[in-house]
């Protein structure tokens, strides 16, 4: 079975940081791309940002350049999302996914697994 879990979301105040992990089992993770994605109440899902399976590259959304960083260590199966100078606005479940490519993709649909989220708060 495959399984993609999230953890490390909470409370922050603005300008703070969280670390969200995406650990994933029953998958060669190693073969996986793997994109971050956000839901804000009452808005669609957004994509956040993604890092390839080949060489680790990431792409990031324009509302999270500069602030947050993915990151993958294929030895523990898990993907990051290193969030710092948070904003109100960044609040939402996160969720991860991953896509059984070498780049990743543009396309929500083209991804596989998903994890069940996360939810981030930030207050201000």
């Known amino acids: 079975e495959v399984q993609l879990v999230e953890s490390g979301g909470g409370l922050v105040q603005a300008g703070g940081s969280l670390r969200l992990s995406c650990a994933a089992s029953g998958v060669t993770f190693d073969d996986y791309a793997i994109g971050w994605f956000r839901q804000a109440p009452g808005k669609e899902r957004e994509g956040v940002g993604c890092?390839?399976?080949?060489?680790?590259?990431?792409y990031y959304a324009d509302s999270v350049k500069g602030r947050f960083t993915i990151s993958r260590d294929n030895a523990k199966s898990t993907a990051y999302l290193q969030m710092n100078s948070l904003k109100p606005e960044d609040t939402a479940v996160y969720y991860c996914?991953?896509?059984?490519?070498?780049?990743?993709?543009?396309?929500?649909?083209?991804?596989?697994?998903w994890g069940q989220g996360t939810q981030v708060t930030v207050s201000s």
């Open positions: 890092i390839s399976s080949g060489d680790s590259r990431t």
């Open positions: 996914a991953g896509v059984r490519l070498y780049r990743c993709s543009d396309y929500e649909n083209d991804y596989e697994y």
